[in-house]
């Protein structure tokens, strides 16, 4: 089970870091993605860091503003959001993914999950 936290409501242009941790087992040596869903809208793809952190994938819409790393002491990965604007206002989902893959494959695999945590609102507003 992976356990997402750090959302909040922030002002545009603010900063936000997200945390996902598992319960039960080690992320460590896994690919980790973060995706969000914003109301009516389909679940998406943010940013990946792949097994071994020597790939890293983000979409689009976030690169140069988002930065995504991994603790290994602490066992998490974690979602650094800068500049954030009110289209980043979503439920944020982390995900998990075993097979030792890049990141951008990782993220592929991870988009087709039935299942997902709680997640994290984050909410972009004045």
């Known amino acids: 089970q992976l356990v997402e936290s750090g959302g909040g409501l922030v002002q545009p242009g603010g900063s936000l870091r997200l945390s996902c941790a598992a319960s039960?087992?080690?992320?460590?040596?896994?690919?980790v993605g973060w995706f969000r869903q914003a109301p009516g809208k389909e679940r998406e793809g943010v940013s990946c860091?792949?097994?071994?952190?020597?790939?890293?994938w983000y979409a689009d819409s976030v690169k140069g503003r988002f930065t995504i790393s991994r603790d290994h002491g602490k066992h998490r990965v974690y979602l650094q959001m800068n500049n954030l604007q009110p289209e980043d206002t979503a439920v944020y989902y982390c995900?998990?993914?075993?097979?030792?893959?890049?990141?951008?494959?990782?993220?592929?695999?991870?988009?087709?999950?039935?299942?997902w945590g709680q997640g994290t609102q984050v909410t972009v507003s004045s």
């Open positions: 860091i792949g097994a071994g952190d020597s790939t890293f």
């Open positions: 995900a998990t993914e075993s097979r030792g893959l890049p990141a951008a494959q990782a993220i592929e695999v991870m988009s087709a999950y039935d299942h």
């Open positions: 039960g087992f080690a992320l460590n040596y896994n690919a």
